[in-house]
């Protein structure tokens, strides 16, 4: 089993509208958890971390629910560059410590249209 | 200022060839690791290096696979008798501790 799952997609919605992203992940010692985005043949780059008590970044808000292993990511009123790849990752640090590997999720392709 | 960077950006070789791929990272970022990613999946895991030495490398796939950071800064990764089923984009990030920033990869193929 996958250490974070994640629905492929693809989603394609028009602009202006609201899309919801779900993981879930395995590992229950999981210390940090991410949304990263990639471009089209580019790199993953942090779009946001994840707080159990739930974050806001302008029209993206995150949410974490560690007792049922379940991250979401809301994008509200779409745009054209919002079309990307949405990567759901989780950190399994040392206690105490942030470093170590990443867990990616294989990414939810979003396709907003005019 | 200047972020992670990965040479050559593309890398074709033949099955069996010896292959190096170099990651520089941010200035100053003690922690370096790298991930591979296949097509329509996530990077995965290859090995992380805490300054010189290699932290965690359980993440690599075979003993085909090497990787060096000597100095602390720049680090290559080293695949001997390439196969056709390492081809992917070999992806490089750095970090003081908290987030990890990538560099552009390098996306190798083996023929």
């Known amino acids: 089993r996958k250490e974070v799952e994640q629905d492929p997609g693809p989603f394609n919605v028009p602009e202006g509208a609201t899309v919801a992203f779900n993981c879930t992940y395995s590992?229950?010692?999981?210390?940090?958890f991410f949304w990263y985005r990639q471009d089209c043949r580019k790199e993953p780059k942090l779009l946001m971390s994840?707080?159990?008590s739930g974050n806001e970044d302008g029209r993206f808000t995150a949410q974490l629910n560690r007792a049922s292993q379940y991250i979401s990511l809301l994008i509200r009123d779409s745009k054209l560059s919002d079309s990307a790849t949405y990567l759901c990752?989780?950190?399994?640090?040392?206690?105490?410590?942030?470093?170590?590997?990443?867990?990616f999720g294989r990414g939810t392709q979003l396709t907003v249209w005019p | 200022g200047a972020g992670v960077s990965q040479t050559p950006s593309n890398k074709v070789t033949e099955k069996g060839k010896y292959v190096e791929l170099r990651c520089d990272p941010i200035?100053?970022?003690?922690?370096l690791y790298w991930y591979r990613q296949s097509l329509g999946q996530g990077p995965e895991f290859l090995i992380y290096?805490?300054?010189?030495?290699?932290?965690?490398d359980s993440g690599l796939p075979n003993d085909r696979f090497f990787a060096v950071r000597p100095e602390g800064s720049v680090s290559t990764l080293k695949i001997q008798r390439t196969e056709r089923g390492d081809s992917a984009v070999y992806l490089c990030?750095?970090?003081?501790?908290?987030?990890?920033?990538f560099g552009p990869g390098t996306r190798l193929t083996v023929l």
């Open positions: 200035s100053g970022h003690t922690a």
């Open positions: 990752v989780v950190n399994i640090a040392d206690r105490g410590s942030t470093l170590g590997r990443l867990y």
């Open positions: 590992n229950s010692a999981s210390q940090s």
């Open positions: 290096f805490q300054g010189t030495g290699a932290a965690d």
């Open positions: 990030a750095s970090s003081l501790g908290g987030t990890q920033y």
């Open positions: 994840v707080y159990s």
